[in-house]
């Protein structure tokens, strides 16, 4: 395995986002499902997921509903609202200029200035 | 930002809190379980698992207190551990307590104490009606060095005949008399006032009458007492309506009782181009016509403007 690349600050609420928005998913679930999805590149604090999520339902981008896990277990389900819909897709956008941006920047030659 | 979930998990959070505290637990032990078991379907034993669970979770409550923080309880809960802690600190130090809200008190009482003054006296419109157009005319004469003395009464007469500056006009003067009949010689103040005073100050006399146009022309002199002197001499008897009474050696006939002008008679005054204006005149031109024009509608709490009329020789 590649060595895990830190989280960059303010994107684990993009990627909670995302991962929501695949489905109905538990916290741990979300968890699973980035660390899946970027195949184990990231590196996230399992702790801190949780502050995220509720600050995300707090904000209205997320909605949460209590059901039972894959083995019978009371979990937390989450899911994206319209507005997180939205959201996301902002947020998408956003990051998608912003990496162009930085990679445009980053990749200047001197003979290019 | 949407408002409406805000709102909710703060509702959430104030009136349940042991319930969102138990939630959290729950939802955070059902991560390091789910985790646990899939460490143990690895190959790991149950303990090793829990235990491994636990320590990449992190530390559980600081990922709590960040959850409160999130969904903005802390606030609320800052508030409530803030006040509590300065009803303590009050409850330790009585005297500093009492200083304070004595101080306080004090404070506030002057401040609505003062208030209630400018609102009476500068903020709220005259009790009369169109209290803000009313407006105190002085004379000056400035050849005789004369400033701010009130007008004859033939200046008012002609005024009233022939200005188109002021929709009516009344006159006024202040002053003391000395009653002599009925009961003890007493010294009063009063006003004494033409017959139409009545149409600019419209409060109705509590009882009898205030006075009629047309007694500006007549023979008689009649007065409306002011309410406190009407308890005070006659113990409010309304029987004392018809009745005479002697000031400064003159009969009057009281009509009614008033509310307002606070504890003031009211004197009818006839000024007119036969006689009668005469005394008017002269009285008027004295300076107590003058400075009781202020005084008489700072009473009634006026908006004065002053005008100055310059009166030419002769006019």
């Given at each position: 395995m590649?060595k ?16 929501a928005?695949?489905?109905?998913l ?20 399992q ?15 997320i ?51 | ?21 138990s939630?959290m ?20 034993a ?6 491994r669970?636990?320590?990449?979770f ?16 802390s ?11 300065g ?20 404070g506030?009482?002057?401040?609505t104490?003062i ?14 009606r ?26 008012y ?41 009545g149409d ?13 146009l ?5 023979r008689?002199?009649?007065?409306v007492?002011g ?9 409010g ?24 002008p606070?504890?003031?008679r009211?004197?009818?005054a006839?000024?007119d ?38 009166k030419?020789?002769?006019?």
């Amino acid at each position: 395995m590649d060595k895990q690349l830190e989280l960059l600050q303010g994107t684990l609420d993009m990627l909670i986002l995302k991962a929501a928005s695949l489905g109905p998913l538990h916290g741990y679930g979300i968890l699973l499902r980035i660390q899946q999805i970027s195949k184990d590149r990231l590196e996230i604090q399992q702790g801190s997921l949780y502050p995220a999520l509720y600050r995300l339902e707090h904000q209205g981008w997320i909605t949460s509903e209590w059901g039972e896990s894959e083995n019978k277990r009371k979990a937390k389900y989450y899911q994206l609202t319209m507005a997180g819909k939205r959201r996301l897709l902002t947020e998408t956008e956003n990051w998608n200029r912003m990496a162009e941006v930085i990679a445009g920047i980053l990749g200047t030659k001197p003979e290019e200035v | 930002m949407r408002l409406g979930s805000q709102i909710r998990s703060w509702m959430r959070a104030v009136m349940g809190r042991a319930r969102m505290e138990s939630d959290m637990d729950t939802e955070l032990r059902f991560h390091m379980e789910a985790y646990a078991d899939d460490l143990q379907r690895q190959g790991v034993a149950h303990e090793e698992a829990l235990r491994r669970a636990r320590i990449e979770f992190g530390g559980v409550e600081r990922a709590k207190e960040k959850c409160r923080e999130a969904r903005g309880v802390s606030f609320l809960e800052t508030l409530l551990q803030d006040l509590r802690y300065g009803m303590r600190a009050l409850a330790k130090s009585p005297c500093f307590t009492a200083i304070a809200v004595l101080t306080l008190a004090l404070g506030i009482g002057a401040n609505t104490a003062i208030f209630n003054v400018v609102n009476a006296t500068l903020l709220q419109p005259l009790p009369i009606r169109e209290g803000s157009r009313l407006v105190v005319i002085w004379i000056s004469n400035l050849e005789h060095g004369w400033s701010r003395i009130g007008p004859a009464g033939q200046d008012y007469l002609d005024w009233k005949e022939q200005s188109k500056s002021f929709d009516d006009l009344f006159m006024f003067e202040h002053g003391t008399g000395t009653v002599t009949a009925p009961g003890e010689p007493e010294q009063v103040a009063g006003l004494r006032v033409t017959t139409n005073f009545g149409d600019f100050f419209g409060s109705k006399p509590v009882v009898g009458r205030t006075f009629r146009l047309e007694e500006g022309a007549g023979r008689h002199n009649y007065a409306v007492l002011g309410y406190g002197y009407w308890q005070r001499k006659f113990a409010g008897d309304p029987s004392v309506l018809g009745r005479g009474m002697t000031l400064n050696g003159e009969e009057y006939t009281i009509i009614g009782e008033r509310k307002r002008p606070v504890d003031v008679r009211w004197l009818r005054a006839a000024p007119d181009r036969r006689g009668g204006g005469g005394e008017l005149r002269s009285r008027a031109a004295r300076d107590a016509g003058v400075s009781a024009g202020g005084a008489a509608l700072r009473m009634t709490r006026a908006k004065v403007f002053e005008f100055t009329v310059c009166k030419r020789e002769g006019a």
